[in-house]
């Protein structure tokens, strides 16, 4: 049962790949004011060979002050499929290109002030092309065994959210023979 009323709602900022909303909320008679973060929707991409070897990156990430180990990643553009910016992602990051592609899964960011989706992409049937980086991004392909990914996962050292759920539903998908 829904005892929520949203009374007002306004943009406050738009920063192209978020916005920042106030919103006005009315809670069993009591008004209060929060705001609300709207993500653009993400692809994560997770490339992978006929012999379980899966292809992530290497980048500095800023906020973190240290390279991390993720998935191939990006915003989707305006008037743009998901899959259509999966592929184009997995070319300007990677330098891949694949012929097979499934969406294995779609999640929601996050359920309280921050809004984004996330659409999760198996590609295989994979073949090497140039890497085609925008200015400023360094960014190092990292070729491993699934299993090793997993292990990674399990030891802390991937930890960005799309990046392991993605490997875990991979894995799980292996254990089960569907890929």
């Given at each position: 049962m829904n005892s929520i009323k949203?009374?007002?709602k306004k943009n406050v900022f738009d920063g192209g790949r978020f916005k920042v909303k106030k919103v006005e909320l009315e809670i069993k008679n009591v008004k209060?004011?929060?705001f609300d973060v709207e993500?653009?929707?993400v692809v994560c991409v997770f490339p992978l060979t006929d012999s379980y070897e899966i292809y992530l990156i290497s980048q500095?990430?800023?906020f973190f002050e240290?390279?991390?180990l993720e998935c191939v990643a990006g915003f989707i553009d305006e008037n743009e499929t998901s899959l259509k910016a999966a592929k184009r992602e997995l070319k300007e990051e990677a330098g891949l290109l694949a012929s097979q592609w499934e969406?294995?899964?779609k999640q929601d960011l996050a359920a309280s002030v921050v809004k984004?989706?996330?659409f999760l992409f198996l590609a295989k049937d994979l073949e090497e092309a140039a890497q085609d980086l925008k200015t400023g991004e360094v960014i190092k392909v990292v070729k491993m065994p699934l299993?090793?990914?997993v292990k990674k996962v399990m030891s802390g050292e991937i930890n960005s959210v799309e990046t392991v759920s993605g490997i875990l539903i991979l894995d799980r998908l292996r254990r089960e023979k569907k890929l």
């Open positions: 949203i009374v007002s209060k004011t929060h993500r653009k929707p500095y990430r800023y240290k390279n991390i969406l294995i899964g984004g989706t996330l299993e090793e990914a």
